[in-house]
C-alpha cells in the first residue's frame, strides 16, 4: 500500500515538474501530457529552423534571439506574451495584423520595446468570423507572423 502511494505522489510530482517546465496551466494529467507535447512540437520546430539558418549560413541577429511567445485561455479571452532579448522594429505591427485577422479585439495591452521587446496582450473575440478562437490557433499564427517579420527584415537587411 505504501508503495503505491509513494509512485502516484511520484508521478503526481513529475507531472507538476513537467507542468512548469512547458508553462502549462492545465489541470488534469492528460492535458498537462498534451501541452507538453506540443510544447516539444513548438522546440523541434524551433531546432528545425535554427538548422536550415545554420546549412543556409545564415547567422541574422534576430534570428539568434527567436522571440518566445506563450499563448494561454483566459477567463476574458485569449493572453498572449511575446519576449525576444533582442529589440524587434516592426514585430508589434505583425503580430496586431493576427489579431485583426483572427477577430480578436485587444482588451489589455502592455509593449516595451526599449532594448528588449515585450508584449502582454489579452485578445476577445468580436465575434465577426463566428469561429471559437483557442490558444493553439492564435499561437500558430503569431508563429507564423513572426517568420513573416523575420524573412521581411532578412529582405531589407
Known amino acids: 500500500m505504501v508503495s503505491r502511494e509513494h509512485k502516484k505522489a511520484a508521478l503526481h ?42 546549412a543556409s549560413g545564415q547567422s541574422s541577429s534576430y534570428q539568434n534571439s527567436w522571440p518566445v511567445v506563450t499563448v494561454e485561455a483566459a477567463e ?7 519576449y525576444s532579448e533582442r529589440s524587434c522594429p516592426g514585430l508589434l505591427v505583425f503580430v496586431l495584423q493576427v489579431f485583426e485577422e483572427l477577430g480578436l479585439n485587444v482588451l489589455e495591452a502592455r509593449v516595451s520595446c526599449t532594448g528588449s521587446f515585450q508584449l502582454e496582450a489579452l485578445g ?21 507572423a513572426i517568420e ?8 531589407q537587411g
Open 13 to 54: 510530482e513529475k507531472l507538476q515538474l513537467l507542468r512548469s517546465i512547458t508553462n502549462s496551466h492545465a489541470k488534469n494529467n492528460s492535458s498537462i501530457i498534451l501541452d507538453a507535447s506540443k510544447y516539444i512540437e513548438e522546440l523541434k520546430h524551433k531546432v528545425q529552423i535554427l538548422n536550415q539558418d545554420i
Open 76 to 82: 476574458k479571452g485569449i493572453r498572449v506574451n511575446l
Open 124 to 144: 476577445v473575440e468580436s465575434g465577426k468570423n463566428g469561429d471559437n478562437i483557442n490558444a493553439h490557433t492564435v499561437k500558430q499564427a503569431i508563429s507564423n
Open 148 to 155: 513573416n517579420w523575420t524573412e521581411n527584415n532578412n529582405h
